[in-house]
């Protein structure tokens, strides 16, 4: 290791945030707009707003092999290929090489990553809930892993202040399961699902069908962004900053106030804990481009390098005090992997509306809140503990409608120039158990292009999960039915951990250090200047998209990490 | 709306201009060769047969019609040349050449003469044929999808993903600026054809 020793001083910074995510970047800009001088590390490439979104107005014409995936991807992304869809041209330069940054696996595991300033929040699904008791006292409810150290009145406030800021849009529903936040104007369901919509509420006195809650702007302008264009081409970046992204939100915000010194091709490979004052005291960093190793010290530490990522930092970080891995007294570091299961449900094609159509691309589906064991004898499900929701939507059929029959000729093209059928498709995610023999452990023998060691996953769904999705498939059919839909099918693809990319739960959140790694300001119990704000702090997984509960948890503990430093605690 | 003024557009509804090198990416686009002439152009996956095959095959699948481009036009045969050459894996590549070669043989003892120059009716029979023979088939008895299904698919990908029919054929909306659930489809342009994409 080439050690370069600047002077201690230079390197000396009030707070470090590993990681530039949707949890990193809300680090920054909330420990900035605090304050806080503060050195945001990211381990991958730069990526300002705009400006690098190679392909934001590209058409398909307008793509290698019209943006569909090649052999060639497969060879550099083979385990990036695998959803199907994150490295077809158009969005590939978001994943990472996975002969650079390889990983081994027990059981298939399908870790879709993306290594450049803003992280996922340039790709991910935009899917904005709330948690609710509901999900913060699951764990304790059902006796299963550890209860969370939080309930819903701790985080309450944070989603509102996060939600203001990021902009989610969603229609209230008055759900006390799915509880209502600081909505933007709702997206419009098309003549389809407000039809599904009615034939729901009438149908199952337990259910209803609304539209997905989503973080994009759907006013004018918000904070300085401007309104979604209905393109549908989130994944490739937004030149209007329509959609939430730490790249369009949250670094600007961090870049404004003259604190954030953001410094990327950074991979943080340890942390540096001092015996002494049982506090870390910064990070040892690789710098990516050149192999150089440095050091960069700080009062305290975000670690938001991704659920895994930040796992991976904490686990390759031993010391005398810390033999099996910072902050690891529990033995919990690496277990309970959750992700969300998915990949079932049904779809069918529904006459009628065939003088209907739409206008737009909206990037957004329907949603189908969680009705299985809300607490009540009726919502009980047959042999599972928990829940699931559905997303999916209504739309009229294109060319692709043809391909599987024998026509062909004039006929055919005229037929293939006007909107199909109406077609529906719902599909389930569930919530995933938090089970200790799901885990990650340290490879010291496979290294990546760095010379660190990596990860290696074993982590499968089990009974539960399996006896929810029986339910998951089924119940997809009885309400596409109940709606007037002919010829449904349901669907079981292959759905491995992963697959959901909302893997979480490797450094729980928990009350007692015996147990978790994390107190209920998610910072390590046996280090209170190291913060864990990313989806490796999850104790259960809820089964809503989780990346709004990151931000509220995040913005909650820097602004407990500043108090704390005000009151010289930490 | 074409792509230029979209660009224009959003500069507009911005407040600022776009980056160079945002607008270079998508000027230059990199995209299956429909510049060079017909007699100058060369095939990188199949043979000059094939070729011939492929083209005549794809456009009695989407022919041209009255006011409208076939599959000559947009020059299918070039974006599957593209895909063959690197985005399909071998075997689909080798089934895909065979039931070319099969197409062209079946020409030569059907009509004793080469399928690029048969009459339409006749490429009709034959390629009917190719399609009962898929239809048979049923979806777990193959490995890679039926000639015609392939040939059929590939068609209809190179024609609506092409930039002619998805700017000018189909509605194109590359800013649609919001969105409407419940258009009537007499509001919808070009009497109610499909959005581009």
Known sequence: ?570 | MKRRDAIKNTALLMGYAVSASAIAGLMSGCQADTKTPVDMWKAKAMSDTQINTLREAAERILPATEGIVGAKDVMVERFVDEMLDGAYEPAEIASFKKGLDDLEATAQATYNNTFAKLKPEEMDALITKIGEAAMAIKDEEHEVEPFFFALKGITLLGFFTSEKVGEEVLNYLPIPGGYQGDVPMSEIPQGGRAWSF
């Open chain 1, 1 to 570: 290791m080439n050690l370069n020793l600047r002077s201690k001083k230079e390197n000396t910074y009030d707070a470090i945030v590993v990681g530039s995510g949707i949890s990193g970047g809300w680090a920054a800009k909330e420990l900035c707009e605090k304050g806080l001088k503060t050195l945001v590390l990211e381990r991958g490439r730069n990526v300002e707003h705009v400006k690098d979104y190679p392909t934001m107005y590209q058409d398909d014409w307008d793509l290698p092999n019209r943006n569909k995936i090649t052999e060639k991807e497969r060879e550099r992304q083979g385990k990036q290929s695998r959803t199907g869809y994150t490295t077809t041209p158009s969005r590939k330069h978001w994943f990472v090489d996975d002969v650079d940054n390889p990983y081994t696996e027990v059981k298939r595991f399908d870790w879709m990553r993306g290594y450049h300033v803003g992280g996922r929040s340039i790709v991910w699904g935009r899917q904005s809930y709330r948690w609710s008791d509901l999900d913060f006292e699951a764990n304790k409810r059902d006796g299963n892993a550890v209860d969370w150290p939080i309930r819903y009145k701790d985080v309450a406030s944070w989603y509102d202040y996060v939600e203001k800021y990021a902009g989610i849009s969603g229609q209230k529903e008055g759900l006390p399961h799915l509880p209502d936040g600081q909505f933007l104007p709702p997206m419009e369901l098309n003549a389809v699902e407000k039809h599904v919509r009615e034939r729901i509420a009438k149908n199952f006195d337990d259910r209803i069908l609304t539209i997905g809650r989503t973080a994009h702007i759907t006013t004018q302008t918000h904070n300085g962004r401007g309104g979604c264009q209905f393109r549908n081409r989130c994944m490739r970046g937004c030149p209007y900053g329509g959609y939430f992204s730490s790249n369009a939100s949250t670094l600007p915000a961090a870049v404004k106030t003259g604190n954030m010194t953001l410094r990327p091709f950074s991979i943080v490979n340890t942390i540096i804990y001092d015996e002494k004052t049982g506090k870390a005291t910064g990070v040892r960093v690789i710098d990516a481009e050149t192999n150089e190793t440095y050091e960069y010290f700080a009062k305290v530490i975000f670690l938001n390098a991704s659920a895994l990522g930040s796992t991976f930092i904490m686990m390759n970080s031993k010391s005398k005090r810390f033999e099996n891995g910072f902050g690891n007294d529990s033995g919990e570091l690496g277990h309970n992997v959750m992700d969300h299961h998915f990949q079932t449900g049904a779809s069918g094609e529904i006459d009628g509306f065939n003088d209907k159509y739409y206008k737009g691309r909206r990037p957004n589906g329907i949603y189908i809140p969680r009705f299985r064991n809300l607490g009540t004898q009726k919502t009980k499900g047959k042999n599972f503990l928990r829940g699931y929701g559905y997303q999916g939507g209504a739309s009229r059929s294109n060319w692709t409608r043809s391909v599987k029959e024998l026509s062909f000729g004039k006929d055919l093209k005229i037929d293939m120039l006007a909107p199909g059928p109406w077609r529906m498709g719902i599909n389930a995610f569930g919530e995933c158990l938090p089970y200790h023999e799901n885990k990650v452990m340290l490879n010291e023998e496979v290294r990546d292009k760095w010379n660190q060691p990596t990860l290696t996953m074993d982590v499968e769904w089990k009974e539960n999960e399996w006896e929810m999705r029986k339910d998951m498939r089924e119940q997809g059919v009885a309400m596409l039915e109940a709606a007037g839909f002919k010829n449904v099918e349901s669907f079981e693809r292959p759905c491995y951990p992963g697959l959901g990319i909302h893997e979480m739960g490797t450094a729980r959140m928990g009350r007692d250090p015996k147990t978790s790694v994390l107190n209920g300001f998610n910072q390590v119990h046996a280090a209170k200047n190291v913060f864990v704000t990313d989806g490796a702090c999850m104790t259960s997984a809820a089964c809503v998209n989780p990346s709004l509960t990151y931000m509220a948890l995040t913005a909650r503990a820097a602004d407990h990490a500043v108090k704390e430093l005000n009151k010289q605690n930490l």
